[in-house]
């Protein structure tokens, strides 16, 4: 074995059920912990989703013993020279199957041995195919196929596998950056616990609704890995609730595994056939739609609850999402980059995917004419208004649905969606 190594912590914040630290374990008796504050996701991310990160690596390094080493810098720079200082050979990583991540770790193997083990994924991409080999394009079967696949059960370990180091990483490297101070997370495990045993024998009644507290709000702690998606599904059991909360989990690998086989689709349209879509560029409406101020009551509300809580219920992104793209002909993507900013929940792959989801670009074999009204989805799923009121107080005196009618809206609806239409006949193949 060798005297030590290294555990570079990227997007799996936590010991437990960490395929990295079995196979650290393996290497070497002692391990040092190293996190990198990469600068080009840094100055991507917003301030509610760096306060998170903050908030994950302070709880990791609670778990670790106060011996998590955080250094800002390039990867490609700062892990060979960590690894050199104290010795070791090796450096052990989930994978990273993004499209950044993938060359980011290529450069970083040219330097020091970089040993993978597990992905943020129950499934790492790449894994389900068709029989002939090649991937699937529509999650419905890829979702059958992803079930009759399975995942392997969770990895034993916790923060006792190895003994974490603290050593002087010497001169003329990265000095630690530290981490500020404040509060880190509550027992995620436990949240699971009160979720499952509560909510989610309800989950697919509910999850739909945003008025209603019927969602795990776990999508940040599996974006930043402090939690992994197969500790869930070891633990789900039997019923509707379960069943429909597997399949959340499975649209999760599904989009991590169409970005893996076409990762341009983070930046493009995946149907190519879009690329002959006339959009519009009108700045003012897509700052009236960041900010919330479009005049249609639920999207105001979502946008809003975003800037606040760097997060937003499901549903209510793909009405927002549908009202840039549709309403207002704005390009996905101008969309998907300001949720990446914001949202402590931002996965790459999920992020993109839902928007070309919404967009009628994507993987869906349901096309672009899917529009959704944003009063009717409100009247529907906010019934009572609740939701509303709660994110946009001027609306508060206003009693039950009569809330979700629009109040000087930027744009008429029912024009929008034919005008939408029209635009979507000129490149029908």
Same mark, same amino acid.
């Given at each position: 074995?060798?005297?030590?190594?290294?555990?570079?912590?990227?997007?799996?914040?936590?010991?437990?059920?960490?395929?990295?630290?079995?196979?650290?374990?393996g290497?070497?008796?002692?391990?040092?912990?190293?996190?990198?504050?990469?600068?080009?996701?840094?100055?991507?991310?917003?301030?509610?989703?760096?306060?998170?990160l903050?908030?994950?690596?302070?709880?990791?390094?609670?778990?670790?013993?106060g011996?998590?080493?955080?250094? #800002?810098?390039?990867?490609?720079?700062?892990?060979?020279?960590?690894?050199?200082?104290?010795?070791?050979s +090796?450096?052990?990583? +989930?994978?990273?199957?993004?499209?950044?991540g993938?060359?980011?770790?290529? !450069?970083?193997? #040219?330097?020091?041995?970089?040993?993978? !083990?597990? +992905?943020?994924?129950?499934?790492?991409?790449?894994?389900?195919?068709?029989?002939?080999?090649?991937?699937?394009?529509?999650?419905?079967?890829?979702?059958?196929?992803?079930?009759?696949?399975?995942?392997?059960?969770?990895?034993?370990?916790? !923060? +006792?596998?190895?003994?974490?180091?603290?050593?002087?990483?010497?001169?003329?490297?990265?000095?630690?950056?530290?981490?500020?101070?404040?509060?880190?997370?509550?027992?995620?495990?436990?949240?699971?616990?009160?979720?499952?045993?509560?909510?989610?024998?309800?989950?697919?009644?509910?999850?739909?609704?945003?008025?209603?507290?019927?969602?795990?709000?776990?999508?940040?702690?599996?974006?930043?890995?402090?939690?992994?998606?197969?500790?869930?599904? !070891?633990?789900?059991?039997?019923? #509707?609730?379960?069943?429909?909360f597997?399949?959340?989990?499975?649209?999760?690998?599904?989009?991590?595994?169409?970005?893996?086989?076409q990762?341009?689709?983070?930046?493009?349209?995946?149907?190519?056939?879009?690329?002959?879509?006339?959009l519009?560029?009108?700045?003012?409406?897509?700052?009236?739609?960041?900010?919330?101020?479009?005049?249609?009551?639920?999207?105001?509300?979502?946008?809003?609850?975003?800037?606040?809580?760097?997060?937003?219920?499901?549903?209510?992104?793909?009405?927002?999402?549908?009202f840039?793209?549709?309403?207002?002909?704005?390009?996905?993507?101008?969309?998907?980059?300001?949720?990446?900013?914001?949202?402590?929940d931002?996965?790459?792959?999920?992020?993109?995917?839902?928007?070309?989801?919404?967009?009628?670009?994507?993987?869906?074999?349901?096309?672009?004419?899917?529009?959704?009204?944003?009063?009717?989805?409100?009247?529907?799923?906010?019934?009572?208004g609740?939701?509303?009121?709660?994110?946009?107080?001027?609306?508060?005196?206003?009693?039950?649905?009569?809330?979700?009618?629009?109040?000087?809206?930027?744009?008429?609806?029912?024009?929008?969606?034919?005008?939408?239409?029209?635009?979507?006949?000129?490149?029908?193949?």
């Amino acid at each position: 074995m060798d005297s030590s190594t290294v555990v570079w912590f990227r997007r799996d914040l936590r010991t437990h059920d960490h395929p990295a630290i079995r196979a650290a374990s393996g290497r070497a008796s002692r391990a040092l912990a190293l996190f990198v504050l990469d600068p080009v996701l840094l100055t991507a991310s917003g301030r509610l989703r760096v306060e998170f990160l903050h908030r994950c690596l302070r709880s990791l390094d609670r778990e670790l013993g106060g011996r998590l080493v955080v250094v #800002e810098g390039d990867p490609v720079d700062v892990v060979p020279r960590v690894a050199a200082a104290v010795g070791a050979s +090796s450096v052990h990583v +989930s994978a990273d199957t993004g499209p950044y991540g993938r060359v980011r770790d290529a !450069a970083v193997a #040219e330097r020091v041995e970089l040993v993978r !083990a597990g +992905s943020p994924y129950a499934v790492t991409p790449g894994r389900v195919t068709k029989s002939d080999g090649t991937p699937y394009r529509v999650f419905t079967p890829f979702a059958k196929a992803w079930l009759d696949h399975g995942w392997r059960p969770p990895a034993d370990t916790d !923060a +006792s596998t190895v003994d974490w180091v603290r050593p002087d990483i010497g001169e003329g490297l990265p000095a630690g950056e530290g981490l500020p101070a404040g509060e880190g997370l509550p027992d995620v495990r436990a949240l699971w616990q009160a979720f499952r045993d509560e909510k989610l024998p309800d989950y697919a009644a509910r999850r739909d609704r945003p008025d209603l507290d019927g969602t795990s709000r776990f999508s940040a702690f599996l974006k930043w890995g402090v939690v992994h998606p197969r500790t869930l599904l !070891a633990d789900l059991g039997r019923g #509707e609730g379960a069943k429909a909360f597997r399949t959340e989990l499975a649209w999760r690998d599904f989009y991590a595994d169409v970005l893996w086989h076409q990762p341009e689709s983070a930046r493009r349209n995946y149907n190519r056939k879009f690329d002959r879509m006339r959009l519009d560029d009108d700045r003012e409406r897509f700052e009236a739609w960041c900010e919330g101020r479009t005049g249609y009551p639920l999207v105001d509300a979502g946008m809003r609850q975003l800037l606040r809580e760097g997060w937003m219920h499901n549903r209510v992104r793909m009405v927002v999402a549908s009202f840039l793209v549709k309403d207002l002909h704005l390009p996905w993507w101008w969309g998907a980059r300001h949720f990446m900013r914001h949202l402590v929940d931002g996965d790459l792959a999920s992020n993109q995917h839902g928007w070309q989801w919404a967009a009628g670009t994507g993987t869906d074999a349901a096309p672009y004419f899917r529009v959704f009204n944003p009063v009717a989805q409100g009247e529907k799923f906010d019934p009572n208004g609740d939701y509303v009121r709660e994110y946009v107080p001027e609306l508060r005196g206003i009693p039950g649905k009569a809330v979700h009618r629009p109040r000087d809206p930027i744009v008429d609806h029912a024009h929008e969606r034919q005008e939408a239409l029209a635009r979507y006949e000129t490149i029908k193949d």
